[in-house]
């Protein structure tokens, strides 16, 4: 017994003795992020492990979004497991900030200002935030380039297995202002100039005196030829009677997902 109000010493255990099944299981119940920044460090033996795929498919049947990295990566082999089923590359949204929840954090605003951040007028289901971006009078551009390869997805998944990339957006306007709206997404190769492949949309201009509620756009990136290693994701709007402030589209729930077929 120690003194009062002392704490006993925390016990160490040394788990190399332990043969490779019982220590992968061990390590399976640690959470990805100190498997990969701790563990990972702390020999060759448990690098090794941890950059296999047993300790992963382990943590698969208790973690349902990891079970889409374990599938690709059978597909096609990652150069490091510990890599790819830390961040979860399937499944997630790409873009950053897609709400406007942090303002315009993420994103790169080319025309120069006459846009702000504001509360949805009406709710838009599954999206992070009820947050939206309003253009003005002047063509609002805004952009963000997805890097895949810092995703965590890895290049031999992407020119042989070409996992479907869904994107997606919504936008509409104010029940008393019109609006226009446009988007462009490409696919670019390693230098970010080569477009691979293209998709673009100029939906029919809404209203003034319209319902007010938000429209989606969406496509399926299929079958886009080896090299993609970017997605480009524009898109911009502005209001049709020139109003001053900020009257046009709203914008929100900006989406780029990678999915397995």
Known sequence: ??????????????????????????????????LVTRCRLVCRRWRDLLDGPTVWRLQAERRPG????????????????SRICLLEPFGRNLLRNPCRQDQFGHWQVEHGGHG???????????????????????????SQLVDLLKERLWEE?????????????????REDCGCEYSICVRLLAANRYTVIAEFQANPDPIQQWNDSQYHQVSYRF????????????????????????????RITNSTVLVKLS
């Open 116 to 142: 702000k951040v504001e509360e949805n007028r009406c709710l838009v289901e599954g999206a992070p935030a009820q947050t939206c971006f309003v253009s003005s009078f002047q063509w609002c551009v805004k």
């Open 1 to 34: 017994m120690g003194r009062a109000g002392s704490r006993d010493s925390p016990v160490l255990l040394d788990l190399n003795p332990l043969p490779d099944k019982l220590l992968v299981l061990i390590l399976s119940w640690v959470p990805g992020r100190a």
């Open 157 to 173: 998944l992407l020119d042989n297995c070409q996992p479907e990339i869904y994107i997606s957006d919504w936008w509409g306007t």
């Open 222 to 249: 299929r079958q886009y030829s080896r090299g993609v290693r970017y997605v480009h994701f524009l898109h911009k709007a502005k209001d049709t009677h020139f109003w001053v402030g900020h009257y046009s589209a």
């Open 66 to 81: 990891l079970r889409a990295t374990l599938v690709a990566a059978r597909l096609c082999h990652p150069p490091r497991w």
